[in-house]
C-alpha cells in the first residue's frame, strides 16, 4: 500500500547541522509527537486519485498521528465542490485535521471577496494550538504570494494583520519547548535574492518581513508544500539567525521541472505522498520519515543548504 523511503535526518533545534539517525541513539530521545503533514490535494485535477488519498487515510488512522495539518491547495478548478469532495473523502480520518489555504484555494490575486468564501465553506484561514509543549500555527500567505495592483491597499492591510496575528502567536506560545508555524508557500528556495515568481513568496520585500516576524517571535522550523517535491534549507535573517524551512511533496502531481529551471539542484521529480514527522520534546529533536504513496515517480531530493 505504501513503502517507507528510508529515515531521513534528525534535526536538532538551533543547529543547521542535519545529523544522520544512526549517528545518535534514538531511545536516549523519549517517545515523541508524531503529527502528519500532507499537501496539494488538488482535488478536480485529472492525476488526483481518490483510490490512493483513501489508503492514505487509512496508513495515518493506523499510526495515529496526534493531528494532520494539510498546507493547502486542497482545491485546484472549482473551491466549493472540490472542497466538499475532499470533506467527503477525509471524512474517515481519525485525527484532528487543520486546513490552510493555497493559491488554488483563494485564487492567485487573493481579496477579501474569496477569503470570505473560504472561511464561510472550510472555516477560519489560520489555526493555533499547543499540544502538550508544542505550540502549533498555521497562517494563510496567499496575499503574500502576488499582487492585484488594484486591490494591492486591501492585500497590504490583510498582510499586516496577518504578520500581527502571527507574532501575536508565537509570543502566546514563548514558554512552549518548541514553535512551528506552517503556511502554503516556501519563504524562498534557494535566497532572498533568488528571482522566483511561482514557487515562493516573490518580493523580496515580503519574504523579509515574514523572517522578520518568525525570528522575534522565536519560530523554531516553518514547513510549507507548494512546490510538489520534498526539500529542505535554512531561512537567513540579516543578524545571524537561520530557522528551518521544510518542504513536503503534493498529493496529486509531481514538481514540473521547467518551474524550477534557474535552480539547477532542485530540479528532480519526486515522489507523491507526506511527512510524518516526530518531535522529541525533551532533546528538542526534529525527525521525519517520508511516506510515499504506491503510485509515484521513482526519484526523491532533499536539498540542503
Known amino acids: ?14 543547529c543547521q547541522k542535519a545529523i544522520p539517525l544512526q549517528e545518535k541513539r534514538k531511545s536516549s530521545l523519549g517517545p515523541p509527537i508524531l503529527f502528519a503533514q500532507i499537501s496539494d490535494t488538488h482535488f478536480g485535477y485529472p492525476d488526483t486519485s481518490e483510490e490512493e488519498l483513501l489508503k492514505l487515510i487509512a496508513q495515518i488512522n493506523k499510526i495515529k498521528p496526534s493531528f494532520v495539518i494539510h498546507t493547502g491547495d486542497i482545491a485546484h478548478f472549482d ?3 472540490e472542497w466538499e469532495k475532499f470533506r467527503e473523502v477525509f471524512q474517515s480520518l481519525q485525527v484532528p485535521l487543520y486546513t490552510i489555504p493555497g493559491n488554488h484555494d483563494t485564487g492567485s ?4 471577496k474569496s477569503l470570505a468564501l473560504w472561511q464561510k465553506h472550510m472555516g477560519e484561514e ?6 502538550s509543549d508544542l505550540a502549533i500555527i498555521g497562517i494563510d500567505l496567499t496575499p ?17 494583520k496577518t504578520l500581527a496575528w502571527l507574532l501575536q502567536e508565537l509570543k502566546k506560545a514563548d514558554k512552549c519547548k518548541a514553535r512551528f508555524v506552517f503556511g502554503h508557500f516556501p519563504i524562498y528556495l534557494t535566497s532572498l535574492e533568488d528571482r522566483d515568481y511561482s514557487c515562493a513568496i516573490n518580493e523580496r520585500k515580503l519574504r523579509i518581513e515574514i523572517i ?4 522575534k517571535g ?20 540579516s543578524n545571524g539567525k537561520t530557522i528551518p524551512q521544510f518542504a513536503t511533496t503534493a498529493l496529486s502531481y509531481p514538481c514540473l521541472i521547467n518551474e524550477l529551471e534557474e535552480h539547477s539542484s532542485l530540479k528532480e521529480k519526486n515522489h ?20 510515499a504513496l504506491e503510485k509515484s515517480p521513482k526519484t526523491i531530493i532533499f536539498p540542503r543548504d
Open 1 to 14: 500500500m505504501f513503502k517507507l523511503l528510508g529515515s531521513s535526518a534528525l534535526f536538532f533545534l538551533g
Open 79 to 81: 473551491y466549493v465542490p
Open 109 to 112: 490575486f487573493p481579496n477579501i
Open 126 to 131: 489560520k489555526f493555533s494550538f499547543i499540544f
Open 144 to 160: 503574500f504570494w502576488q499582487f492585484d495592483w488594484e486591490k494591492y491597499d486591501e492585500q497590504q492591510i490583510v498582510r499586516r
Open 212 to 215: 522578520d516576524t518568525l525570528i
Open 218 to 237: 522565536n519560530c523554531d522550523a516553518y514547513f510549507c508544500g507548494h512546490t510538489h517535491f520534498g526539500w529542505g534549507n535554512s531561512l537567513k535573517h
Open 272 to 291: 507523491l505522498g507526506w511527512n510524518l514527522w516526530k518531535y522529541y520534546s525533551e532533546k528538542r529533536v526534529l525527525e521525519y520519515d517520508f511516506m
